[in-house]
């Protein structure tokens, strides 16, 4: 079982930027890609950012590319979301997930960007 805990969200001024933490728990190598989803209230869960485990590789939303940043420690466990030059429209809560099979996801964290 693989367990996830996010970190990181706040309230932050439009063009500031924040960083989230997603720790991983469990069996964590059975975890074929790490992403970060976002929640706005009224709107579907959307994808913002993703990672495949064995390769690296990196995908984005077309809101994150240029201003968002998926990346891990392999050392802590952890796959982070830093990203910059927020905007209102990013206010969310954000969720880690881990596809293990199917999906695992976080408790959420909640970001705020104010105008």
């Known amino acids: 079982q693989v367990q996830l805990v996010e970190s990181g969200g706040g309230l932050v001024q439009a063009g500031g930027s924040l960083r989230l933490s997603c720790a991983a728990s469990?069996?964590?190598?059975?975890?074929?890609?790490m992403s970060w989803y976002r929640q706005a209230p009224g709107k579907q869960r959307e994808l913002v950012a993703g990672?495949?485990?064995?390769?690296?590789?990196?995908h984005y939303s077309d809101s994150a590319k240029g201003r968002f940043t998926i990346s891990r420690d392999n050392a802590k466990n952890t796959v982070y979301l830093q990203m910059n030059s927020l905007k209102p429209e990013d206010t969310a809560v954000y969720y880690c997930?881990?596809?293990?099979?199917?999906?695992?996801w976080g408790q959420g964290t909640q970001v705020t960007v104010s105008s």
């Open positions: 469990g069996s964590i190598f059975s975890i074929a890609a």
């Open positions: 997930n881990a596809k293990v099979g199917g999906n695992i």
């Open positions: 990672m495949i485990s064995s390769s690296g590789r990196t």
